[in-house]
């Protein structure tokens, strides 16, 4: 949009001229003085811009520089010449991983395809469980009985990676000269899900357990801590059930000072003949 004259020239009757509107005179200091302000402000809050120089670092070297690398992937593989000196291959590589029909190609749809099904399976058997979870923490009425239970659940997932899988790893583990089999493998051999040969041989030997023992795994560390979320929402809602049952109660909680308020500021509902309580005679003003 074009600005004009009048936006920032006011005509002077007694002298006859054009001079700058105060509003211009304003706008004008302001864009003279722009980096003057910034940096002012800078050395005002010195402390937190000190603080960004960390994570403007990590995303400098380890977000950024790396994408110069990835240049690689359309370059003849050069050991001694640098990336940018390299010659150019063009989708080359990806055709060999995609359609070469080599057993790179084969590894790699492979790896796509046990990809799709891990995320497939924790899509259908993890996302359930943290509601399942939250549901069960909301029926249990001692609070301490409930505090125990939600922390024995979270507990795993403030435990390193390294943790949990050597825990895993030392359930199902087999028997060695050493030391014995797994705990899990023993029961489950005890129960005749497994056989002997297969726990003696450890379960993560076997290709066919492992996408359950990575999905049931996967569950035992992170269903406690998904389930504050839901057991949040299913606990106030319940509550919010039972003020709207119960008007008496939800007095009580207000408090009279509440009620006087509300009584000078009625909110004006759509059905506001019809109201559900009237208040006490002491609350009245």
């Known amino acids: 949009m074009k600005s004009k004259a009048a936006d920032f020239l006011i005509y002077d009757e007694a002298s006859g001229l054009y001079r700058e509107s105060p509003e211009q005179a304003v706008r004008d200091d302001v864009e003279k003085h722009y ?4 940096g002012r402000s800078i050395l005002k809050d010195w402390r ?3 603080m960004l120089i960390p994570m403007l670092l990590v995303f400098l070297f380890w977000r950024y520089l790396p994408m110069y690398e990835l240049l690689g992937c359309f370059k003849v593989s050069d050991e001694v010449l640098p990336v940018s000196q390299q010659l150019f291959s063009g989708f080359s590589y990806f055709k060999r991983l995609l359609v070469g029909g080599d057993d790179l190609s084969a590894e790699f749809w492979r790896a ?3 990809t799709f099904i891990l995320s497939f399976y924790g899509l259908c058997f993890g996302f359930p469980m943290p ?5 069960f923490f909301n029926e249990i009425k001692s609070n301490i009985a409930r505090s125990v239970y939600q922390v024995l659940t979270y507990l795993p997932k403030f435990m390193s990676t390294v943790v949990m899988t050597s825990l895993v790893v030392m359930l199902v583990k087999q028997g060695s000269l050493t030391s014995g089999m797994g705990i899990v493998s023993q029961a489950l051999a005890k129960l005749g899900w497994i056989s002997q040969d297969v726990a003696n041989s450890g379960m993560l030997n076997n290709p066919q357990f492992f996408r359950p023992i990575y999905i049931i795994s996967g569950i035992w560390e992170s269903a406690g801590y998904d389930s504050i979320v839901f057991f949040a929402a299913s606990h106030h809602r319940h509550l919010a059930h039972q003020l709207r049952g119960r008007p008496d109660r939800r007095r009580r909680q207000m408090g009279p000072d509440a009620l006087r308020g509300s009584a000078q500021h009625p909110v004006h509902h759509r059905h506001h003949a019809h109201h559900p309580y009237r208040l006490p005679a002491e609350h009245r003003l």
């Open 112 to 114: 796509m395809r046990n």
């Open 35 to 38: 980096w003057l302000h910034v």
């Open 48 to 50: 937190l811009y000190l």
């Open 131 to 135: 509601i399942i979870l939250a549901l």
